[in-house]
């Protein structure tokens, strides 16, 4: 029957005539049959379903197996038994092939339970183990993979189940798809599907093998010596947990045993894994590994596979079936090469036609990848300005596409950098510290320059200096501005946590500062706001100059001088006004200011003790030497007094209290002579009346009533020694006992100190592990507490507004009720409670002012000195309003400058009057606070927020404070995130420190300036080619020194001993409103030892 059958197979007879004969023989097998005929019978299907050179052979081989399997049950499992197996497995050289493996699989559903069957099943365990060894084929391995899922019991067991994972891990490296075209294609797919299917389900059953395969997957793919392997291997990715990506991410970014070259070659090829098809979660893997390489400073590989691979991601996603990977990936890249333009510049000539092809595409997948491509191409362009050339073909292609406002810009550029992300090694290691989250950058403290700092921090925020700083052009002649160009563009731009500010330093240096020791950071704004003023003046002089000298037509008019930019930004006018009381001839002068200096009202107790010292009340106006405009009569030749700082101990009446220290011994002496002088004129009109006998009787009186007098100023003359002695030795003995209380103060808090350091080692543990719920808490808190500022803030103006209305009306009242010498109401405003507003200082430098006494006025038309009335007015605001708190004023008991420690409450939104009843509204933006007791000693630091412009209020609109822009610390190189409570509540925290420079932003008249809100109205200005490549040089310098040291440090630490608290405490961020701001040392204000980036 058998012979027939294979002539009938064999034969070249139709096929209808084959398969008729073909049933005839199969209905004869179900009959029972001998048992060499059956064995006959199950040998030619066998031979027929592996060999048959077509379908119909390998169908008829199906059939019999089938046949013999049901109906004759004994005979197939005596035919089928493991030597059968083993011989079907073996027969030719290599591993199986599938359609042995396939024939296997069907014998086995055939094959009745059984010992023998058991045999079978252990002989397939170990062969299945040995056929994956040998690197089958994608066929093969996906036979393989269907037999086991098909018969469990076929998996090999014990340790060799491992090493069967292993080995199809390396199996689908080897895979390479056998043919071209769709079809061959999306076979080759399933048939890595199918393996990566039977992977996860052996990890399933036995989890412990995940990692073991991890690892061999990362030897496969970073094997530099082998062929790449194929990506077939993306299909094992999509099966592995994500719970256990951080883990495995952080132990292959440690591992000292991977070398650069294995970790490129690896990232790189898991890179071009994007294009498989089926990859699932294979985007989130990349990004993890990358991450990973950037907290460990691995930056040269990044920098590397970044610029060997972005334009291959790129080209996916013109892919729909791969879009979202690849998106994602394309964006962690781009986002993340922030120190250079190399890798954005790489796909420009490819964005324009992949723009037309997805608008083409017209499907939900494109038009949601064109928007984020937008957002991309526009988070570049802000970041790397200065390439309109080659900026221009890309922004036409995207023209229509939504802009994203630049807070959604920065959001998107401060969140994924590489040198923001958080370093396991920098708890360890100060030097390796991340730009700060603020995305802000410090400047380093050189050694007591944390005035200069705090001042350049200020001017930084003031966006709009910055923004006209930026557009300076590359040939000009200002030398300091261009320093301060390449000083904020390295601010706005570099990876650094902190900088170098020394070049500047040294070209910015105020002549009469001291190396080395603090200084007024308001006397430096004021000398660097001055010679800034002044080079721009002579640079523009000199280019006219030259203008003229080179063209050859005539000489024109030279233009009338043009204002500089910090006129534009911080000029300012005052109108001084002086009335004589005489005449009631009015002089008046317009000056310039750059910032107002602000005096402390004196206190009612201050001016009873300190009555005698009469001084006139002092204004200073920081000016950029603008030359004076007369607006009213001329300026009579003996000016008014210059206006200068305002004591506490000034007063504006003549003296009525005797002044013990101004009386000499002969004082009342030279007093009783004058007496005797009016006495002789009156005695001599009478002896001429009376006649010569009078006179003697008179001269006899005369010499008694001296000699009485005399005697009497001698009494005076010794006690008022006595009196003067006693004074003396009090004032002697009260020094005494205040120096030994303020040396015993000293050493107590010595002493205090040594206790504190000794209970802060103590309780440090504990304190560092309550310190992250306390922070949680503090920060909701300060949340809530700032929509509470806000409605505080908005009813405490109106309040002050009101109180300010009432004082003036009664002012003016007691004025005109009170005419005649002395100071007006305003000036010696009562302040029995030390709380004080910006406002009450500001109303109190613009209050009148009378001259009497020695501070006489020349008045030209009376040609004398006489009483007058000083009345100051702003005539125009500038832009940035800057005012300093004279806080250091000079005490003449202790003959040393002192600091007034009041607290003052500073506003967000402040009304300043200006001349003609107008008002301008300001919005705080930076505040420098002065911690210490001495101009010279202490330490400053900054609160700032983007002082850009906002929009006016709505005509009729009750105006508001803007507590909307996030409030940054700058302190040194520490920059933290802030809020205006922390401003406003400084001092009530830590009394020694103060508000003391202060600046705020106009508010624009409504439809005066662009829309805040619009994409591109506070865009940072496009930088020159060499500063741009200046910084793109520093940015990989810096990567280069992090990882440099992060490897050090790596292989230092891998060398210690292990210790399980060795960590703690070391990654704890102190919050710096938590305790005081810290001192003023190089690199002061907690930030470590930085590499100094000096420009």
């Known amino acids: 029957m058998d012979k027939i059958l294979e002539a009938v197979v064999t034969s070249s007879y139709p096929a209808s005539v084959k398969q008729g004969l073909v049933r005839r023989v199969l209905e004869a097998a179900r009959q029972p049959l001998e048992r060499e005929q059956c064995l006959a019978l199950l040998a030619l299907g066998t031979r027929l379903y592996v060999s048959g050179a077509d379908e119909l052979p390998r169908r008829v081989g199906c059939q019999l197996l089938h046949v013999a399997g049901r109906h004759h049950p004994e005979v197939f499992a005596e035919f089928f038994s493991a030597r059968r197996v083993l011989r079907l497995l073996q027969g030719g050289t290599g591993p199986p092939s599938a359609r042995a493996l396939a024939c296997v699989q069907l014998c086995l559903q055939l094959l009745p339970e059984g010992p023998g069957a058991d045999e079978v099943f252990a002989l397939l365990r170990r062969e299945v183990l040995r056929t994956v060894c040998e690197r089958p084929g994608p066929a093969v391995c996906a036979q393989v993979a269907r037999l086991l899922a098909r018969h469990p019991r076929c998996v090999p067991d014990g340790p060799h189940r491992l090493l069967f994972c292993q080995q199809l891990v390396r199996c689908l490296g080897r895979f390479r798809c056998p043919a071209e075209g769709e079809e061959g294609a999306v076979e080759f797919l399933e048939q890595a599907q199918q393996v990566s299917g039977l992977l996860a389900q052996l990890w399933r059953a036995q989890p412990a093998a995940i990692l073991p395969c991890l690892k061999e997957l990362f030897a496969v793919i970073s094997c530099t010596e082998e062929e790449p392997p194929s990506s077939a291997l993306a299909s094992v990715v999509q099966h592995l947990p994500l719970e256990l990506m951080d883990g495995v991410v952080r132990n292959l970014s440690n ?606 038309s009376c040609a004398s000195l006489q009483d007058a009335e000083k009345v100051v007015e702003l005539s125009q605001g500038p832009r940035y309003l800057i005012l300093t708190l004279l806080r250091f004023s000079f005490d003449l008991r202790t003959m040393r400058r002192r600091k007034i420690l009041d607290d003052v409450s500073v506003p967000l939104l402040l009304r300043l009057p200006l001349a003609g009843g107008r008002g301008q509204a300001y919005d705080l933006c930076s505040v420098v606070v002065h911690s210490g007791l001495s101009s010279e000693s202490g330490h400053y630091y900054c609160y700032a927020r983007e002082g850009a412009a906002r929009p006016a209020p709505a005509p009729g609109a009750a105006e508001r404070p803007e507590p909307d822009n996030q409030w940054y610390l700058f302190n040194d190189t520490r920059v933290s995130f802030s809020s205006f409570e922390s401003v406003s509540n400084v001092t009530s925290f830590f009394p020694k420190d103060t508000a003391y420079v202060l600046f705020y932003r106009q508010r624009p008249e409504e439809g005066s300036e662009a829309e805040p809100g619009s994409p591109r109205a506070r865009a940072e200005p496009t930088l020159h080619k060499d500063l741009m490549e200046a910084i793109s040089k520093d940015n990989i310098l810096f990567l280069q020194e992090q990882e440099k040291e992060a490897r050090s440090r790596a292989a230092y630490i891998s060398a210690l001993p292990a210790s399980p608290h060795w960590r703690r405490g070391f990654d704890e961020d102190k919050d710096e409103d938590k305790g005081p701001p810290g001192g003023c040392s190089p690199a002061g204000g907690g930030g470590g030892d930085f590499h100094r980036l000096v420009f």
């Open 255 to 860: 591992d000292d045993s991977v070398t650069d070259s294995q970790m490129l070659t690896a990232i790189s090829r898991m890179i071009d894994w994007v294009s498989w098809p089926l990859g699932k979660n294979i985007d989130k893997w990349i990004i993890a590994l990358l991450k990973g390489l950037a907290a460990v400073k691995k930056f040269s590989i990044l920098i590397e596979v970044s610029l060997a691979k972005i334009e291959k991601v790129f080209s996916k996603l013109l892919y729909p079936i791969v879009r979202g990977a690849a998106l994602s990936v394309l964006k962690y890249m781009l986002l993340t090469f922030q120190h250079s333009h190399e890798a954005f510049h790489l796909l420009l000539p490819h964005i324009p036609p992949m723009v037309a092809s997805l608008v083409k595409e017209d499907s939900n997948s494109g038009t949601s990848c064109l928007e984020q491509l937008a957002e991309l191409v526009h988070c570049m362009v802000f970041r790397f300005p200065g390439f309109p050339d080659l900026y221009e073909p890309v922004m036409e292609a995207i023209k229509d596409l939504h802009v994203p406002n630049e807070d959604r810009i920065k959001q998107l550029l401060g969140q994924d950098a590489w040198t923001s992300q958080k370093s396991e090694l920098a708890g360890f290691y100060p030097r390796l510290m991340a730009k700060s989250d603020t995305g802000k950058i410090g400047l380093i403290n050189l050694g007591n320059t944390c005035y200069v700092n705090s001042i350049l921090q200020a001017l930084f925020m003031a966006s709009d200096f910055r923004h006209c700083v930026l557009r300076l052009t590359e040939n000009n002649s200002q030398p300091l501005m261009t320093k301060l160009q390449w000083l904020f563009a390295f601010l706005e731009h570099s990876q650094r946590p902190a900088i170098s500010p020394e070049n500047f330093l040294s070209a910015s240096w105020t002549p009469w500062f001291s190396p080395g020791t603090q200084q007024d950071c308001s006397e430096y704004l004021k000398y660097l706001l001055d010679r800034l003023h002044e080079e721009e003046k002579t640079g523009t002089r000199i280019c006219q100059k030259l203008k003229q000298s080179s063209s050859p037509s005539p000489p024109e008019e030279p233009p009338g001088p043009s204002a500089t930019s910090v006129e534009k930004m911080f000029g300012g006018k005052i109108v001084t006004r002086i009335c004589c009381l005489r005449c009631l001839n009015v002089s008046s002068r317009e000056e310039a200011f750059t910032d107002l200096s602000l005096a402390f009202p004196p206190p009612e107790r201050c001016r009873r003790h300190h009555h005698h010292h009469h001084h006139h009340r002092r204004r200073r106006l920081g000016s950029v030497g603008l030359p004076a405009e007369d607006t009213g009569s001329q300026e009579p030749s003996r000016a008014g007094p210059r206006r200068q700082r305002k004591h506490c101990i000034t007063g504006g009446v003549p003296p009525t209290i005797l002044d013990m220290e101004g009386l000499g011994p002969h004082g009342l002496g030279g007093q009783s002579g004058q007496e005797e002088k009016v006495e002789k004129g009156e005695s001599t009109e009478e002896e001429e009346e009376a006649g010569e006998e009078e006179k003697e009787e008179e001269k006899e009186e005369k010499v008694k009533e001296e000699e009485k007098v005399k005697e009497k100023v001698e009494e005076n003359v010794e006690e008022e020694e006595k009196v003067e002695e006693k004074v003396k030795q009090k004032v002697e003995e009260k020094v005494k006992e205040k120096v030994e209380k303020e040396m015993e103060k000293v050493e107590k808090e010595k002493e205090m100190e040594k206790v504190e350091e000794q209970k802060v080692e103590e309780e440090e543990r504990v304190v560092q592990d309550e310190e992250e719920t306390v922070k949680k808490k503090v920060e909701e808190q300060e949340e809530e507490k700032e929509e509470e500022e806000v409605k505080e803030e908005k009813e405490m103006e109106e309040e002050k507004e009101a109180r300010d209305e009432k004082e003036e009306l009664a002012e003016g009242a007691a004025a005109a009720a009170v005419p005649g010498p002395g100071p007006p109401r305003s000036a010696v405003a009562a302040s029995g409670d030390s709380s004080r507003s910006v406002l009450d200082l500001v109303n109190y430098f613009l209050s009148p002012e009378r001259l009497t006494s020695e501070n006489r006025y020349h008045c030209e």
